[in-house]
């Protein structure tokens, strides 16, 4: 069995499993550290191992355009290529549907990007995108959808969802084609701000025959109540014996609220990004590093934090990397941010396990709201 749930807290939806892929057993709730281009920035693959990581991702549209799907294949596959034995979750490009507005082309039969390298024109289909994640031997593939931007009609929102749907249908015929496979492949509900489509998405999807469903098209730009109001909505009526995966969200605050509702697996760059800004999260909220009042901090950026960083370095010593500009800096407080997260969703589990998710969420966001160091 690909997904089991082995505990649920009482009070709320959030619950604890484990999902096997060839390569690992992924316990859930996860926090998956996003690896575009096929490395976690600022990070080799034994620090984000040792930090207790047992699945990344990475986005296949990148991996197309740089080093390209045939060299991959060529290499033996995404996991020998980047030295990873843990679990490959693999986007499909579909945010770049979203992020990449200006130089990619909706059709019916797929989408039609421009390369952010050179220009010239590349054409994702639902078919292509399982072909390619397949013959890299990611884990768990994702579907092309086509995530759109916040707050858009309601015409123009229906037809995206639908368009997804059809493209899901058409993902699962290709996987059919492909045969007997390990890869896991993940549905995608979409539906924008619209419940009405939201429910009828959460449906669809869960009424075909994936591995998994994704939640997309949220944590768009919306106000983070919203967020979470159309999550549990599009839960509602989709198919809670599947792993549930919330794409795109990291931080602690969103993360905490999802697993609440019963989301099982998340991704986001916002770990790793901040930290090549200088920012570090703490119990006491995110601070950054660059302020003044770190200058003579000769502690660790948290003293009670196990991580290499706070184990080893000060504070004052991180912020003269970070202002010398050094790509140490960059290293140290990624360390530091996944393991923040991923401690915070190991002590998230211990509290489901022992029916006190409320009030876990409640003592830890009171703590990390206070702004204080």
């Known amino acids: 069995m690909f997904f089991k749930i082995k505990d649920k807290d009482k009070n709320t939806q959030a619950r604890c499993g484990v999902l096997e892929t060839g390569h690992s057993k992924v316990e859930t709730p996860v926090f998956m550290p996003v690896g575009t281009r096929a490395a976690v920035k600022a990070a080799r693959p034994e620090d984000i191992k040792s930090l207790g990581c047992s699945i990344i991702l990475g986005n296949l549209y990148h991996i197309y355009l740089q080093p390209g799907i ?9 996991h020998k290529f980047m030295n990873w034995d843990g679990s490959i979750l693999t986007d499909s490009g579909g945010f770049q549907v979203f992020s990449l507005g200006s130089i990619r082309k909706i059709l019916e039969n797929g989408v039609e990007f421009r390369s952010i390298i050179d220009g010239s024109r590349h054409l994702f289909t639902p078919e292509k995108v399982i072909s390619m994640q397949y013959s890299i031997g990611s884990d768990i593939a994702m579907v092309l ?14 037809e995206a969802a639908l368009r997804t749907n059809r493209w899901a249908v058409n993902s699962l015929e290709e996987v059919e084609k492909l045969g007997k496979r390990d890869m896991k492949v993940f549905g995608i509900v979409q539906g924008g701000f619209i419940k009405e489509l939201r429910r009828i998405c959460a449906r669809e999807i869960s009424s075909m025959d994936f591995d998994g469903i994704a939640f ?20 509602e009526y989709a198919d809670r014996k599947r792993p549930l995966y919330f794409m795109g969200l990291g931080d602690p605050e969103g993360i905490l609220d999802a697993i609440g509702l019963g989301i099982d697996m998340f991704d986001c760059v916002m770990p790793t990004r901040i930290s090549r800004n200088g920012s570090a999260f703490t119990q006491n909220g995110r601070i950054n590093i660059k302020n003044n009042k770190f200058i003579r901090d000769f502690d660790p950026i948290e003293k009670d934090c196990s991580c290499y960083t706070c184990s080893n370095y000060s504070a004052a010593y991180i912020r003269h990397l970070v202002k010398s500009r050094e790509i140490l800096a960059s290293m140290l407080l990624t360390i530091h941010n996944i393991h923040f997260i991923m401690d915070m969703v190991s002590k998230a589990s211990g509290a489901i396990k022992a029916d006190g998710y409320n009030s876990f969420r409640e003592k830890f966001l009171e703590k990390y709201k206070s702004g204080k160091k």
């Not at 959808?145 to 229906?158: A, S």
């Not at 949220?218 to 106000?223: A, D, F, H, N, T």
């Open 70 to 78: 045939d060299l991959i294949r060529e290499a033996g596959g995404l």
């Open 145 to 158: 959808d086509e995530c759109i931007p916040y707050n858009q009609d309601y015409e123009y929102t229906r």
């Open 216 to 235: 997309g098209g949220l944590s768009v730009g919306e106000e983070r109540g919203l967020t979470m109001e159309m999550l549990a909505h599009s839960i």
